[in-house]
């Protein structure tokens, strides 16, 4: 458990360095990441390297006995280098050239830009991989921020020809994958193929669905040729990336395969106003962020990273680049840092050490004022640290891991899928995830987000969202696992190539739920249908519920036919005109529409009894974490929340009664 920041030498004159690195030290921070945007300073003019101010600044830091983490500068290339090739600008689906002048003005399939970066990631690699302060590289900087994954370049159409080729092996193979013959869209080589933009009406969707499948594996590849560049001159220091907040627009999975730390920027407040949340909510929220926005990032990060996942960049206060940008209520920077922690974090770095005068984040707190005073998310930063070193003192295992018994499969080509295919306009996968997530944690349980593909043995409750394309063998290891299943709607309705499977969604779940899909129907946002209890769901023990689907119905036929065995089909609960709303068979449970907050709830904590689980409400603004043999105990609302039960000695940070936005850590087995 670990603190760092986030440094620009380059913004500050050279005098105050060495005064910010002792600082740095007396505060408690560790690690400093440097250099992401410094490229015009490393290389100014072509060819013409400028080390020594860079030596400089990590002989200052690394004196003051803090480790580095040295990145690439390819998120920034320079005015130069855009000047000779040009064709390092991405095109937007537009068919405009993005220009130069503020940042990741890049193609990740330029042949230019791939040979410039790689010659710059090895200057840069070859000068400080075996610095003894150098102990950690970040690749870029926030790979896809500004909607940059995806390009209409020349370069990429060429390349996304080869992916096609690669992925086809021939172009008959393709037209019949695509169902090209549809508005006489055959094509006769891989050649004829553009980029599926500019089209008089709706481009066609598998064409569509592969250019962004496309997309993601440059990011991948891009990635994967910096890593193996560091690696190459700098063995045994960690590499990482630092990803964003709930970002999907590429595989996370496949690029953080290729590291060995996947970390994540949270700006909770930044988040929340810029995201899908309804209005009531980021009021609600306004200076707290919503209580499982970080906490469904630190699982999906943790998952995918080989080593303890980190915040790159932790809000410090207000930022700049959001509608509105309101300031952190007193305890949220701590209170964030710590419930990092509780998710697995091995380091918590702010953004950034002092707030900038200039350019374009000027309007953005760091941990000091821009005169150079400690801000209010400095002085929690320096709280964070001296718990710190009380909570390892108290209790050595803290940082320990964790273990979760509830898997939630987290997919990006699903939101891809469904963006190309809405069927409904609001029907957004990130949000949905979020929701069934959301109904988790508000039940006391700690969940480990993992791809489709994850071994599913040992956990009790396997909770799959939406998920359009399943793997072959999802069907078997759901099985296999002998957790409980809750799928959502939509899960197993379409092939790998966007098709409708022959025998109907949920296409290879049907034998494992023995019922069929006949018919979809979406429902505008101010409708909504309602959903009843059914005997069956209701039988000696439960009570009848009742709530209401939104944005989505399918019709679910659980009748006999041929081919399908039907035997010990439930249906748990029906829509107001008597169609299955909620259908059980064995330990899988599929969910026809999207509940209401309350219901999913309901349904959630009815399955997670019955496989075993601890189910405890936690109300609306209380979250707990268990982490190394602690339990985290954090609180978003505005009232003292009393812990019952817990011996006041277990304590070892807080006590039983947790403030607004205050924190508390109990020894679990005490
Ligand atoms: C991040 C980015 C940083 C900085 C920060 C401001 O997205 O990585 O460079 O721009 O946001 O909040």
């Known amino acids: ?173 393709l037209n019949r994958a695509w169902g090209t013959v549809f508005w006489s869209m055959e094509y006769r080589s891989f050649d004829e193929i553009d980029a599926p933009i500019g089209t008089v009406t709706e481009a066609h969707p598998s064409h569509r669905l592969d250019y962004r499948r496309f997309a993601s594996d440059e990011v991948a590849r891009y990635n994967r040729m910096q890593v193996e560049v560091i690696r190459a001159h700098s063995p045994g220091r960690p590499v990482a990336h630092n990803f964003m907040q709930l970002f999907t627009e590429f595989d996370h999975y496949k690029v953080a395969a290729d590291l060995d730390v996947a970390t994540w920027d949270s700006y909770p407040l930044g988040a929340l106003e810029e995201l899908w949340f309804a209005p009531e909510l980021k009021a609600r929220w306004l200076r707290t962020g919503h209580p499982d926005f970080a906490s469904f990032n630190h699982d999906v990060y943790r998952g995918m990273s080989k080593l303890p996942f980190w915040v790159m960049e932790q809000q410090p206060g207000p930022v700049n680049w959001a509608q509105w940008n309101p300031a952190p209520l007193p305890g949220m920077v701590r209170l964030w840092s710590w419930e990092a922690f509780a998710h697995g974090a091995g380091c918590v770095s702010y953004f950034r050490w002092r707030q900038a005068p200039f350019a374009q984040e000027q309007m953005h707190a760091g941990l000091n004022t821009p005169d150079n005073r400690l801000d209010l998310g400095g002085n929690e930063a320096t709280q964070v640290a001296a718990d710190i070193r009380r909570v390892l003192d108290a209790h050595a295992d803290a940082a320990g891991d964790v273990r979760a018994a509830v898997a939630l499969v987290f997919d990006y080509e699903a939101k891809w899928l469904f963006e190309v295919q809405p069927q409904g306009a609001d029907f957004h996968y990130p949000r949905f995830a979020f929701e069934y997530y959301s109904a988790l944690r508000s039940l006391g349980l700690d969940v480990d987000i993992v791809p489709a593909h994850a071994p599913l043995d040992g956990y009790k409750l396997v909770v799959v969202p939406p998920l359009p394309v399943v793997p072959d063998d999802f069907a078997d290891r759901l099985a296999r696992c002998g957790a409980h299943v809750v799928l959502g709607p939509r899960t197993g309705s379409k092939t790998r ?102 219901l999913t709830a309901h349904v959630i904590a009815q399955i997670a009894g019955e496989s075993g689980l601890d189910v405890t409400a936690q109300g609306e603004s209380v979250r707990v974490s268990r982490r190394g043999g602690l339990t985290y105990v954090f609180n978003y609302g505005e009232a003292t929340h009393t812990i019952d039960g817990v011996d006041a000695a277990a304590f070892v940070l807080g006590s039983r009664d947790v403030e607004p936005q205050g924190v508390a850590a109990y020894r679990t087995s005490a």
Request: hydrophobic share 40%.
């Open 1 to 173: 458990m670990r603190l760092g920041v986030c440094y620009y030498p380059e913004h500050w004159p050279e005098s105050m360095w060495e005064d910010d690195a002792r600082r740095m030290k007396a505060l408690g921070i560790s690690q400093v990441r440097i250099a992401e945007f410094a490229w015009s300073r490393m290389e100014p003019s072509p060819g013409e390297y400028d080390w020594g101010w860079l030596d400089r600044a990590v002989d200052v830091l690394g004196n003051a006995g803090l480790q580095v983490v040295m990145c690439t500068p390819t998120a920034t290339p320079p005015k130069w280098l855009i000047d000779r090739h040009p064709d390092i600008l991405p095109v937007g689906a537009d068919g405009r050239v993005r220009g130069f002048g503020s940042r990741r003005h890049y193609d990740f399939s330029s042949p230019s830009y791939y040979e410039a970066s790689q010659r710059i990631c090895t200057a840069v690699a070859e000068r400080y991989g075996k610095h003894p302060a150098v102990a950690y590289w970040q690749t870029d900087n926030e790979f896809g921020c500004h909607q940059t994954v995806v390009s209409y370049s020349p370069a990429a159409v060429a390349r996304f020809r080869e992916w096609l080729r690669a992925r086809y092996g021939t172009i008959d193979a």
């Open 497 to 598: 190539d966007l098709q409708i499977p022959s025998n109907l969604p949920p296409g290879s779940l049907a034998g494992l739920l023995g019922a069929r899909v006949w018919r979809v129907e979406s429902l505008r946002p101010n409708v909504d249908v309602p959903v009843v209890s059914s005997h069956v769901a209701t039988g000696a023990a439960a009570q009848p519920f009742a709530g209401v689907g939104r944005h989505w119905r399918d019709l679910i036929d659980t009748g006999t036919d041929a081919e399908r065995d039907v035997s010990g089909v439930e249906v748990r609960a029906t829509f107001g005109d008597g169609h299955p709303a909620w259908v059980r068979r064995g330990r899988v449970n599929y969910l026809a529409s999207l509940f209401d907050d309350a």
